[in-house]
């Protein structure tokens, strides 16, 4: 399947929707803490346990973008777009089938390993072509696409919700759930797959043709030679273990923050928060990474990293003596771990210019991948040890919330270690490049 080229006349207001239409349906990962208790009920399972479909979710996306990043660029958005329509439909579909036969390891292979493939490069599907199309505004470019991510969950949480208490909160019941969103997600899917386009040239601000990239260009090999992609790699782990380590259990641990006051919060309401946070973190990916343009990819994450500190250690020290405070922390900080995502695309094209800047996105996932075995380990593992020693409470999430803070420092301080690159690692000039990526391309 061959990249479609657009049309003469074609507008690049047209590129961010067909990226919304896959990044809204694959952010429904997000709203998996919906579907925790009720698997914890009907299949008895540990939150830990639970929490095993995400997990292998996020590290098969970051481990299919790193793999597939060359390939996305090679064969293009469409073909990319195709397969993680595929993946990710097909995860549920055989998520569905493990949840009415309650054979647990089938949800786990379907929704995190296949589905998860899905995740991966329908991910990273439309970057490199929203660069190619905005030259002038590349974090506001990412950030429309990026958002859908993060909003997925906002859709998807409420009527992920409202299916379970139609369907019932069984097995059958979350079968049933399971394969409406397959099904649903694989139409939405597919109006991206028919609209995206490539731009025939690089476009300028208002479209038109503009020169070659000058500044930086680093190839996808070349980068991981430098210690700036492990600087942002770290940078980008941090950020997101700590955001993730929320979001991967938000229904359950606002109810277990408040069981122990005179305003518990109900099932209902911790739905409502987790589409709450996955309104923050949409607004964090469009509103911080457009900020990002105006201010720098270095004090942005200055403030991601820096100020998410100070929110985890208000929630630590005053969470549970104030419902509103708690929320607008976590929000807060998704928000942060929103704008961390639809930045560091920019970031990467910063430092090592548009010449397989997809490819180069890709293998810096690995750091998502990481980060999604971290966050829900070290938040659910803790939580549980909390509980088998009787307590109860707020106090189940205080030593994970200091464990966020250090991380949170160690990311800040990998930022501050960030320069831009050495030439020697440029790739010395069109020719070459040309020369170079064949040699890629028929070794991949």
Known sequence: ???????????????????????????????????????????????????????????????????????????????????????????????????????????????GFVGGIGLGIGYISPVSTLIKWFP?????????????????????????????????????????????HGLSYAVFMLLGVLLVRVPRHAPGARGTARQAPTGPQVSANQALRTPQFWCLWIVLCMNVTAGIGILEKAAPMITDFFADTSTPVSVTAAAGFVALLSAANMAGRIGWSSTSDLIGRKNIYRVYLG?????????????????????????????FYGGGFATVPAYLKDLFGTYQVGAIHGRLLTAWSTAGVLGPLIVNWIADRQ?????????LYGLSFVIMIGLLVVGFVANELIRPVDPRHHVPAPKEAARVERQQSESA
């Open 136 to 180: 002038d505004r590349p974090g506001m470019a990412t950030g429309i696409a990026i958002m859908g991510f993060g909003g997925g969950a906002l859709i998807a949480s409420p009527w992920s919700a409202q299916m379970l208490e139609s369907f019932g909160g069984d097995s059958s019941g979350i079968a049933l759930a399971f394969l409406v």
């Open 307 to 335: 100020v998410g500190a100070l929110m985890y250690a208000l929630i630590a020290l005053l969470g549970d003596s104030s419902k509103p405070l708690f929320v607008l922390c976590a929000l807060v900080i998704l928000s």
């Open 387 to 395: 509980e088998e020693a009787g307590r109860h409470g707020a106090s």
């Open 1 to 111: 399947m061959s990249p479609p080229v657009a049309p003469p006349g074609w507008s690049r207001w047209l590129v961010p929707p067909a990226a919304l239409s896959v990044h809204l349906s694959i952010g429904q990962a997000y709203a998996w803490s919906v579907f925790k208790p009720p698997l914890e009920s009907a299949l008895g399972l540990s939150g830990t346990q639970s929490a095993l479909p995400f997990q292998l979710g996020i590290v098969m996306l970051g481990l299919s973008a790193a793999f597939g990043g060359t390939l996305v660029e090679r064969k293009g958005p469409r073909w990319a777009m195709t397969v993680a329509l595929i993946c990710f439909s097909s995860g549920f579909l055989l998520s569905a089938l493990g949840a009415s036969l309650d054979q647990y390891w089938l949800i786990v292979f379907g929704y």
